[in-house]
């Protein structure tokens, strides 16, 4: 076995690496050689396999940071702040878009690390880096265009006082990423972040670890400071040790609406800032006047993208009456059609799920759903190929009870569900009919339509005829249960800044 501080290529499944429980100001840091903590297997005794999704087998061991790891973590970054909020915009402006340089040249390395870890296909892979890159780019920019961080002169009522509106960084920020979109969400987190002159502590989610390790190796290669950036390994009590930390400021959490309560209630202890970004219930409507087509290639990706594991699956499928049996059809001609494989394999579109323990949860959804009353009207097919992985193939739900959990619950798995409407406001009142509101699609000719339905949908971002479209420009963040606050955009640096005023007397 090899046993490397940081991580090399895994070329091949042979190549198993480990990854050290927790990176502090620079240092990789080992917990294997602690008396009492060393394995048969050479890594520490309750480190977590890393698995290849595809195939099942072990590509690597991540060893978990203790207690005393989060809280010297914490103190690394608490110990660079001052200096890293005292650079400029500008400066920090640098090195994010050195950062963003570094991401694009290594693409093809961070794209093989996440279809290795969730067997995403190479497309999906290779949007998941471009989009990390932009978010760099994007807060970059904004840092080297120094606006966003000027102070603002107020207009008061009174000549003799002047008032001034000033935005400095938080402190340090945990930020906790879960493992479905990992180089995404964390690039989304960090990103901002950094610009707004926080330091950081990172948790990736354990399953999908390899490829933040990854994006930290790229990030001290840029030139950040030693300290501002510090990653912990995840696994059982590590985020909750994270969220409770006195010397945190900030939390920025992506995950269960289950566990986004737990860091709630953490956060609220020494009113800590917060951004949730949780789960989701998403619907994409059809009109009558929609073109089928179209709206059928919209429902696909909505829905099983990356496997259908993302908080904005639009899983949740209104078809008006009239077009019904047309988008049914070719909804099962293209669901057939959909190649599940592994990333090698030609012209997949659909990967296996990230873990074995999230297929049997999703697996288990699907059939408590249909002993509930649910009936499956159609699914997709595995190739060979994916006997050894955690694969599963697409399952379409048609007309459920409203009441029935695929209906109603987050599956976060390739399942979908299809259900008929006959007006706008039935279909916008089933589609705001849950907790959650964090995206939702429609599909019309008819542009006064498109502004009702923008207006009524209860969601943080409608899209219109559009595949799930993501610029760094855009915020993300949704409404109710799908958690608190936005990323992305000037919002996202705002996140991550307070909000101070001063008003001045001195003649
Ligand atoms: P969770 O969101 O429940 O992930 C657990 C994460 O939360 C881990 O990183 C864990 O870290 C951390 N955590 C748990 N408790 C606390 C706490 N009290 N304070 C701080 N951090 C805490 O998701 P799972 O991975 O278990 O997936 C379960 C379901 O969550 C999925 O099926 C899906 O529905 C949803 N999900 C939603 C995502 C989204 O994008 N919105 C992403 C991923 C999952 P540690 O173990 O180190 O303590």
């Not at 005393?68 to 660079?80: E, P, Q």
């Not at 949860?361 to 002993?371: I, T």
């Not at 007309?399 to 619950?409: R, Y």
Request: with cysteine; proline share 5%; net charge negative.
């Amino acid at each position: 076995m090899a046993t490397i501080p940081t991580i090399a290529t895994p070329a091949a499944d042979t190549d198993v690496f480990v990854l050290p429980a927790a990176t502090i100001a620079g240092t990789p840091v080992r917990t294997h050689g602690a008396e009492g903590t060393q394995g048969a297997n050479g890594v520490a005794h309750d480190a977590t396999p890393i698995f290849n999704a595809s195939t099942g087998a072990t590509i690597g061991w991540q060893e978990h940071a203790s207690a005393a790891l989060v809280d010297a973590a914490v103190r690394s970054a608490h110990g660079a702040l001052a200096s890293w909020r005292g650079t400029t915009p500008v400066a920090r402006g640098k090195l994010l878009k050195k950062i963003a340089e570094l991401i694009e040249a290594d693409r093809a390395r961070l794209a093989a690390m996440q279809m290795q870890v969730s067997g995403k296909p190479p497309l999906e892979a290779d949007i998941d880096v471009g989009d990390a890159a932009a978010t760099f780019n994007y807060y970059g920019d904004l840092c080297l265009d120094e606006k966003a961080f000027a102070p603002e002169t107020l207009a008061l009522p009174d000549d003799a006082v002047t008032g001034e509106r000033f935005y400095e960084a938080v402190g340090v920020a945990a930020l906790i990423v879960p493992w479905n979109f990992p180089m995404v969400t964390t690039a989304w987190k960090i990103a901002p972040a950094l610009a707004a002159g926080c330091t950081v502590v990172l948790k990736p989610s354990e399953i999908t670890s390899p490829v933040e390790h990854l994006l930290a190796e790229i990030i001290s290669e840029a030139g950040v400071p030693e300290g501002v950036v510090n990653l912990v390994n995840g696994g059982g009590e590590v985020g909750a040790l994270l969220t409770a930390h006195p010397l945190v400021d900030k939390i920025s959490f992506t995950g269960s609406t289950a566990s986004g309560t737990k860091v709630m209630q953490a956060a609220a202890q020494d009113m800590k800032r917060l951004t949730l970004e949780l789960g989701g219930k998403s619907a994409l409507i059809v009109r009558a006047d929609a073109d089928v087509e179209r709206a059928v290639t919209l429902a696909v990706g909505g829905a099983f993208t990356n496997a259908g594991q993302m908080c904005s699956a639009t899983a949740r499928i209104l078809v008006h009456d009239d077009v019904y049996r047309k988008f049914m059809a070719a909804f099962e001609t293209a669901v057939r059609a959909i190649v599940v494989g592994p990333p090698q394999s030609a012209n997949v579109a659909m990967g296996p799920l990230v873990c074995a323990a999230q297929r049997s949860r999703v697996q288990a959804l699907v059939e408590q759903g249909v002993q509930a009353g649910a009936s499956v009207a159609f699914s997709g097919s595995l190739e060979t190929a994916c006997a050894d992985g955690f694969f599963m193939a697409p399952v379409v739900i048609a007309e459920p009870p409203a009441d029935n959990l695929l209906w109603t619950d987050e599956v976060f798995g390739p399942v979908a569900c299809v259900k008929s409407f006959r007006t706008d406001e039935e279909a916008i009142a089933l589609a705001n009919d849950t907790r959650y509101g964090l995206v939702a699609t429609v599909v019309t000719a008819d542009r006064e339509a498109a502004r009702r339905y923008k207006a009524q949908l209860r969601a943080g971002l409608v899209w219109i005829n559009t595949p799930q479209l993501i610029f760094p420009q855009v915020c993300w963040g949704g409404l109710g249960l799908s958690g608190i606050g936005r990323e992305l955009g000037l919002a996202g640096l705002r996140s991550y800044q307070e909000l101070r005023h001063a008003l001045a007397d001195i003649g």
